[in-house]
């Protein structure tokens, strides 16, 4: 099956400084990729839609400054959270769509990367 | 606007049978997916609907009825590792997914 990682898998850093998730879709080539946030007993809560090329979309609310995506290969998707608060603790999610048609529309998740920022 | 509603928390014994219901609301359709969520973990794939009907894979089982905005996940023989989060998402015309908030699972010996 297909399969996406994430890393780092946990990471805690200090306020005001600026953390990288990389996501990758490791046997499958993904022309989209999304990113969700997900706080404690919460649904997750789509922050952006990238794809491989172009500017991601972000959802109303997501500061696109703050919350930086490159989608620069068909493999690898990358978030920046810049400046990071407490606030921005959370569980980070990516998923993967796959560029095949059979899998059109399923996608597939990471791990997670839970970030705590103190 | 667009939801998706489902219910927040459902109690079941260690080998019986539930239902989780989920009822939406999107503009345009083009399926439903059905995520299991343990704590602490990403979601995994259960399901997929766009057809009306019954899909059977093994102890789940996913219903779909478009016309009444609606589907249920039905999962059998429970065992305890089936507590977890059952996660509700609906494709919408832009084949984006809309998320239901989760309905967390308790699975009682």
Known sequence: ????????SRVICKSGTSVKIECRSLDFQATTMFWYRQFPKQSLMLMATSNEGSKATYEQ??????????????????LTVTS????????????????????L????????TRLTVT | GQNIDQPT?????????????????????????WYQ?????????????????LEEKGRFSSFLSRSKGYSYLLLKELQMKDSASYLCAALDSNYQLIWGAGTKLIIKP
């Open chain 1, 1 to 8: 099956g297909a399969v996406v990682s994430q890393h780092p």
């Open chain 1, 61 to 78: 609310g997501v500061e696109k400054d703050k919350f930086l995506i490159n989608h620069a290969s068909l493999t690898l998707s990358t």
């Open chain 1, 84 to 103: 990071a608060h407490p606030e921005d603790s959370s569980f980070y999610i990516c998923s993967a769509r796959a560029q095949t048609s059979g899998d």
């Open chain 1, 105 to 112: 529309y399923e996608q597939y998740f990471g791990p997670g």
């Open chain 2, 9 to 33: 928390e459902m109690t079941a014994t260690e080998g019986a049978i539930v239902q989780i219901n989920c009822t939406y609301q999107t503009s345009g359709f083009n399926g439903l997916f």
């Open chain 2, 37 to 53: 969520q343990h704590a602490g973990e990403a979601p995994t794939f259960l399901s997929y609907n766009v057809l009306d009907g």
